[in-house]
């Protein structure tokens, strides 16, 4: 469970990450879009009858797949500093708002920054973010991963072939990161969002939530393997398995793991799909739905009240954000379970306030906000409305409004390519002769379209901000 504390320390970086936006996208040109966490059903993607609008979603996701490629492979091996383990192949990342209080030490020479980290206590300093956090970004090195996997793979199903640079991309990727006997990953989060100092250097559960991109990762996978791809071997398929089954085994029986699932809020909503997912990576569809019905039936129930508002979210520094931020997980929960069990019905699954994920957002669209100085977060909804709009339906149209009022070019967004059908007006603008091939983009990718996308760059890096300690 997350303490106020650091509620609000996920509301300094936030802060901090939005202020200077434009060091890491620029307006001027096509930005890399994430999403806090998705599901892209790969029989969806596979069966390719992509809607002729969709044009622009495509052109996306490929830029994205390429642009993120560019900064790839990533290791945990990389990072300039090792676990307090000693073994270099394990993830590591620190409580961000955690501060060093070397005056009771008694060193008589300066100490370097190794030694305050285990010397020194550290202090929570409520609302002040440690900029050496940023020394480690295993966090967002798994965070591009994620997204390379999910976009790259997606890039490949375009281009109806057995290999490509996509799925090339993707095998080195899922091989550095995880396979590699130098660079791979250890299958353990032990070290996740660790506190420092004397009485520190083991992780904390909330550190969990650190791989909730792992969903996107599974998107990929189950898309390589479902168009039969010759880049994913066989011999790397069993690799990815029996490293994901070590993992599943962690998150199972480790405490760390078993306290960020019995967690209420958004943590435990990330916490379940990311277990869903790794049990359809594994070939364990029962699991897979029991992991999703737990959720359901568990946490769930009291994650949406009567009014449509989510409490836990909403008593939060931050709610515009976490309110979207954990409908975003609930909404990957629906779509992994109605993926592995077909039969089953997330959609109109009722909370105990008698509720569904439809209700949830509804509310949300009433919020505005800047009433909680949340202007920048806006687009954070955008992804939900298409989501909830494909899944239930927009019969009178309000979802397109929303979307058409709030972001005209929201048909050059990547998830338009599978919240699909998102039907009516110009958020689906025409931009193909064909579903499976790109258009000749002129409508999409004038001035407007960039100024849109770079409001929705301005919401992602905060979401980025937010993925990172929240
Ligand atoms: C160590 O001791 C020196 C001298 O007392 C002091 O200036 C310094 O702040 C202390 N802490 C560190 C981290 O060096
Ligand atoms: C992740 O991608 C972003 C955007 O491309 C980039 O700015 C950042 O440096 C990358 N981080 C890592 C660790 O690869
Ligand atoms: C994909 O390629 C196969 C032959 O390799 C062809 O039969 C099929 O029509 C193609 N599909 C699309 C959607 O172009
Ligand atoms: C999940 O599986 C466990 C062990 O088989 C079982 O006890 C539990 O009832 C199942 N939960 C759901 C929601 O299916
Ligand atoms: C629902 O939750 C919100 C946010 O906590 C709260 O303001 C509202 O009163 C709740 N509604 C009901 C009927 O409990
Ligand atoms: C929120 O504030 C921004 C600028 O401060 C403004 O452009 C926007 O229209 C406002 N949104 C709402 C819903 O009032
Ligand atoms: C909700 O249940 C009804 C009745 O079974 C069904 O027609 C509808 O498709 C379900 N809604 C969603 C979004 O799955
Ligand atoms: C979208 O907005 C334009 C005006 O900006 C309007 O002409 C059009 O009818 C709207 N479409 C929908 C579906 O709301
Ligand atoms: C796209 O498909 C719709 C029917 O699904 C059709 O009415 C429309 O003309 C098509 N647009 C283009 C540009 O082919
Ligand atoms: C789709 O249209 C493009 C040109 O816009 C063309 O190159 C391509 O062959 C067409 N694909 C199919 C499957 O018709
Ligand atoms: C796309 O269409 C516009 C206007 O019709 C044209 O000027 C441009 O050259 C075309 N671009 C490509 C790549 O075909």
Redesign the pocket.
């Known amino acids: 469970m997350l303490t106020p504390t650091l509620f609000s320390i996920c509301s300094v970086s936030l802060f901090l990450l939005v202020q200077s936006p434009f060091k890491f996208v620029r307006a001027d040109v096509q930005p890399f879009t994430a999403y806090p966490n998705d599901f892209v059903d790969p029989d969806y993607i596979v069966a390719g009858k992509f809607a002729n609008t969709t044009g622009g979603a495509q052109e996306s996701i490929i830029s994205w797949a390429k642009s993120l490629s560019s900064s790839g492979p990533w290791s945990v091996t990389n990072k300039p500093f090792t676990a307090p383990s000693g073994d270099k192949k394990d993830y590591m990342s620190w409580a961000p708002y955690w501060w060093p209080d070397c005056s009771g030490v008694g060193n008589t020479t300066e100490l370097t920054p190794e030694q305050i980290w285990v010397t020194c206590p550290y202090v929570g300093r409520d609302g002040q973010f440690n900029p050496d956090r940023l020394t480690i970004d295993d966090i967002g090195a798994f965070f591009n991963l994620s997204d390379a996997v999910l976009y790259n793979a997606l890039a490949f199903a375009f281009e109806n072939k057995s290999s490509s640079e996509y799925s090339q991309n993707i095998v080195k990727f899922v091989n550095a990161w995880f396979l590699d006997s130098e660079t791979g990953m250890n299958p353990n989060l032990n070290y996740a969002q660790m506190n420092r100092g004397p009485n520190g250097q083991v992780g904390t559960h909330t550190g969990v939530l650190d791989l909730k991109g792992f969903v996107k990762i599974v998107s990929g996978i189950l898309i390589l393997r479902k168009l039969k791809c010759t880049d994913w071997t066989d011999a790397i398929d069993a690799q990815m398995i029996a490293w994901t089954q070590k993992y599943i085994n962690w998150l199972e029986t480790n405490h760390l793991g078993i306290d960020e699932c019995a967690s209420t809020n958004n943590h435990g909503s990330f916490c379940f799909n990311q277990l869903a997912a790794l049990k359809l990576l594994v070939n364990d569809i029962p699991g897979s739905v029991n992991v999703s019905n737990t959720y359901f039936h568990g946490i769930y129930q009291g994650q949406i009240n009567s009014t449509g508002d989510q409490p836990l979210e909403a008593s939060r520094t931050h709610p515009y954000h976490y309110r979207n931020y954990n409908l975003a997980a609930m909404i990957t929960n629906a779509r992994l379970l109605?993926y592995a069990d077909p039969t089953s019905?997330?959609?109109?699954m009722t909370t105990k306030a008698g509720t569904t994920i439809?209700d949830a957002l509804d509310m949300t669209m009433t919020v505005d906000p800047n009433k909680s100085d949340e202007g920048y977060a806006v687009g954070e909804i955008w992804p939900n409305i298409a989501a909830i709009a494909s899944?239930?339906?927009d019969p009178d149209g309000k979802y397109v409004a929303f979307l058409n009022k709030s972001y005209p070019e929201y048909a050059s967004d990547g998830d338009f390519l599978w919240d699909q059908p998102l039907a009516g007006g110009s958020v689906a603008v025409s931009t193909s002769s064909n579903g499976t091939t790109l258009p000749n983009s002129t409508e999409q990718s004038g001035a407007s379209t960039h100024k849109g996308l770079g409001v929705i760059a301005v919401a992602i890096v905060a979401l980025v901000g937010s993925v990172a300690v929240c």
Not at 345 to 348: A, I, L, V
């Open positions: 109605k019905d997330p959609w109109n439809k899944t239930y339906g």
